[in-house]
């Protein structure tokens, strides 16, 4: 296990194309989130998991956006019609549970819309 | 609503100098704090947690609840510091961290 992994590391795409992101957490940790990173700016979060079950959402995350944890391992990270908004780090982080050792984080897909 | 204020952008010092990274917050409860830092060219990754009251490559922090401060010190910074450092608070039965906009510390030599 070498970590959490995220897929691709490099994304551009043209305005009002879909794209998905893919992201592996430990595979221990039963808990994984979503954060988006823009310049100068920390990491804002998106949503979270809980195994297969999808805890929480901000307010960040449109309609346009929708993420997935089929079996309770991977999850993908969808963003329809996309903006040149949506331009930006997008992170995946894991942890086990709700523990204080906080999350270890993957090392982010970047995409930029076009 | 919770919020983490890290005041400046960037702080530079000179080896051998002291730091304090500052970061405030805003929470009604019990929060747990944690300061995360990404080197150049790395992932992010967890420095320390208020919970463990540790040393980490020299840097304490401690967690005030009066002033609703968790600032980041070390007596001597090195070259090595030099990096972008995030606080984050997560609150209540949250699951979530909440992240400040970070402080890029800058040693030089």
């Known amino acids: 296990d070498t970590g959490v992994s995220q897929d691709p590391r490099h994304k551009i795409t043209k305005r009002g194309q879909n794209v998905t992101f893919r992201c592996d957490p430990i595979?221990?940790?039963?808990?994984l989130y979503w954060y988006r990173q823009t310049l100068g700016q920390g990491p804002e979060f998106l949503t979270y998991f809980q195994n297969e079950a999808q805890l929480e959402k901000s307010r960040l995350l449109s309609d346009r956006f929708s993420a997935e944890r089929p079996k309770g391992s991977f999850s993908t990270l969808e963003i329809q019609r996309t903006e040149q908004g949506d331009s930006a780090m997008y992170l995946c982080?894991?942890?086990?549970?709700?523990?204080?050792?906080?999350?270890?984080f993957g090392s982010g897909t970047r995409l930029t819309v076009v | 609503a919770q919020r983490v204020t890290q005041p400046e952008k960037l702080l530079s010092v000179f080896k051998g100098a002291p730091v304090e990274l500052k970061c405030n917050y805003s929470?009604?409860?019990?929060?747990?704090l944690f300061w995360y830092v990404q080197y150049s060219r790395q992932r992010l990754q967890l420095l320390l947690r208020h919970i463990s009251r540790e040393s980490i490559k020299g840097f304490t922090a401690d967690l005030n609840k009066g002033e609703t401060s968790f600032h980041l010190k070390k007596p001597f910074a090195q070259e090595e510091d030099s990096a972008m450092y995030y606080c984050a608070l997560r609150g209540g039965s949250q699951g979530n961290l909440i992240f400040g906009k970070g402080t890029k510390l800058s040693v030089k030599p």
């Open positions: 595979s221990e940790h039963n808990r």
């Open positions: 929470y009604s409860g019990s929060p747990e």
């Open positions: 982080a894991s942890s086990i549970r709700r523990d204080s050792y906080g999350y270890t």
